[in-house]
């Protein structure tokens, strides 16, 4: 045998060595399934607490807005002064809202395929929110409901991350505004 040859058979036969070998190493090294680091474990608890204060800040605006839907089926007269402010809050609980949460509506209506077969009396419905028969009187109430809503948005700051806690800073200062509003503004 030539050296040439000596030499292609060599190298053939440390390449299949080699192509033998390499799958068996990285085969008895895998450890398995592989466990979060963590850095893992630390950014889905960051994810958790985010979505449930994106929650609570919808919730409390969406609880806002039903009070204001309250105050204008019981007192229609109101509606030129409550229907910009209760638009405003819509726009909040929307903005609060986005962002990569699914967060359910407040009072989300069940499908009609859901409700097929349950009777109109199983069906859960939310219960009204009480509003005061004085017109003046509710709409100390809504500034009541505005002033806790800000102040509620106010709290989840310190928690919120940087870009959310600007909006919640925000919605809570347009809080104050309505409440304001409802009732100082009225008078000036």
Avoid: Q
Avoid at 21 to 47: F, Q
Avoid at 113 to 130: D, F, I, K, L, Q
Avoid at 140 to 154: G, V, Y
């Amino acid at each position: 045998m030539t050296t040439t040859g000596r030499r292609a058979l060599l190298t053939a036969g440390i390449a299949a060595a080699a192509a033998t070998a390499l799958p068996g190493c990285t085969a008895a090294g895998d450890p398995g399934p592989r466990k979060p680091g963590a850095a893992e474990v630390e950014a889905e608890r960051v994810a958790r607490a985010e979505a449930a204060l994106r929650l609570r800040s919808v919730t409390a605006s969406r609880t806002l807005l039903e009070r204001y839907d309250a105050a204008l089926a019981a007192h229609p007269g109101l509606a030129p002064r409550l229907t910009p402010l209760r638009r405003s809050v819509a726009a909040h609980a929307k903005a609060l809202g986005e962002g990569g949460t699914t967060v359910r509506p407040a009072t989300a209506a069940p499908s009609p395929s859901a409700t097929a077969g349950a009777s109109a009396s199983a069906r859960p419905t939310p219960p009204p929110v009480p509003v005061a028969a004085d017109p003046e009187a509710a709409l100390k109430e809504l500034a009541a409901a505005e002033r806790a809503a800000s102040d509620a948005h106010t709290a989840a700051l310190v928690t919120a991350p940087p870009e959310y806690a600007r909006l919640l800073a925000s919605v809570a200062a347009a809080g104050a505004a309505h409440a304001y509003l409802l009732t100082e503004g009225a008078r000036a």
